[in-house]
C-alpha cells in the first residue's frame, strides 16, 4: 500500500520567514495530493491541492510543489504569520482509491 | 450547507458503557469515513464507508461499529467503552466524481474521555 512520510516534524521560524513542509510518496499510481490545515482543538481544513497533471500550484502565500519522477510534494509558505501556526498534513490518493494516506504532521511555529 | 455535522461535541464515559457518536453530510457525498486522533498525534482511519448499505473497516477498528442506513447519516457505535478509546474522533466526507479524487471535509469533531 502507499506509505507518505513527512517532514520536519516540528518547524519554528520568525514572522515574514518561509516555510517549507516535504512529503514523499511510495505509490507512483498516486495522482492527488491534498493539505490540511488544523489548527488547536478544530478540524482539519484543506488549504490546497494538486494533481498529478501539473507540477506547480499556488494560492496567495500558499504554493504547492510536485515532482512526479521523485515521488515527493512540498508545501510552501511565504511571509509567514503568527495566524498561520498550526499542525499541517499532507496526503496522497490514487485514481482508484477513496481513501487518503496521510503524512504524521508537521507542527509550524510562527513566532511574532 | 451545513457540511458535516457532529454530535456530540464532548462527552464523558464511564468504562463499559455505551455510546453513539452521529455524523450527517448535506453535501450528498458518496464517501464517509471516521478517524480518531490521539493528543499530538495524526488521523487513524477506524472504518469508511462508499455509499448507503456499505461499510469496511480502516487501520483501528476494534470496539466499534458503525452503519450506513442513508447517504447522509453515518453513525458510530462505541459498545463497550476502555480508556484507550480516549480520543477525539472526526467523521468526514467526501464526492465521487468522474474526473478524479476529491478532498475531505470534515466535522468538528467529538471529544470523549472515557474514566
Known amino acids: 500500500g502507499e506509505n507518505v512520510e513527512q517532514h520536519p516534524s516540528t518547524l519554528s521560524v520568525q514572522e515574514g520567514d518561509s516555510a517549507v513542509i516535504k512529503c514523499t510518496y511510495s505509490?507512483?499510481?498516486?495522482?492527488?495530493f491534498p493539505w490540511y490545515k488544523q489548527e488547536l482543538g478544530k478540524r482539519p481544513q484543506l488549504i490546497i491541492d494538486?494533481?498529478?497533471?501539473?507540477g506547480e500550484k499556488k494560492d496567495q502565500r500558499i504554493a504547492v510543489t510536485l515532482n512526479k519522477t521523485a515521488k515527493h510534494f512540498s508545501l510552501h509558505i511565504t511571509e509567514t504569520q503568527p495566524e498561520d501556526s498550526a499542525v499541517y498534513f499532507c496526503?496522497?490518493?490514487?485514481?482508484?482509491?477513496?481513501?487518503?494516506?496521510f503524512g504524521r504532521g508537521t507542527s509550524l511555529i510562527v513566532h511574532p | 450547507n451545513a457540511g458535516v455535522t457532529q454530535t456530540p461535541k464532548f462527552r464523558i464515559l464511564k468504562i463499559g458503557q455505551s455510546m453513539t457518536l452521529q455524523c450527517t453530510q448535506d453535501?450528498?457525498?458518496?464517501?464517509m469515513y471516521w478517524y480518531r486522533q490521539d493528543p499530538g498525534m495524526g488521523l487513524k482511519l477506524i472504518y469508511y464507508?462508499?455509499?448507503?448499505?456499505?461499510?469496511d473497516k480502516g487501520e483501528v477498528p476494534n470496539g466499534y461499529n458503525v452503519s450506513r442506513s442513508t447517504t447522509e447519516d453515518f453513525p458510530l457505535r462505541l459498545e463497550l467503552a476502555a480508556p484507550s478509546q480516549t480520543s477525539v474522533y472526526f467523521c468526514?466526507?467526501?464526492?465521487?466524481?468522474?474526473?478524479?479524487?476529491?478532498?475531505?471535509?470534515f466535522g468538528d469533531g467529538t471529544r470523549l474521555s472515557i474514566l
Open positions: 468526514a466526507s467526501s464526492r465521487k466524481t468522474g474526473t478524479g479524487n476529491q478532498p475531505q471535509h
Open positions: 505509490d507512483s499510481a498516486s495522482n492527488y
Open positions: 494538486i494533481r498529478s497533471n501539473v
Open positions: 496526503a496522497a490518493l490514487s485514481g482508484g482509491s477513496y481513501i487518503p494516506t
Open positions: 453535501m450528498n457525498h458518496n464517501y
Open positions: 464507508s462508499v455509499g448507503a448499505g456499505i461499510t
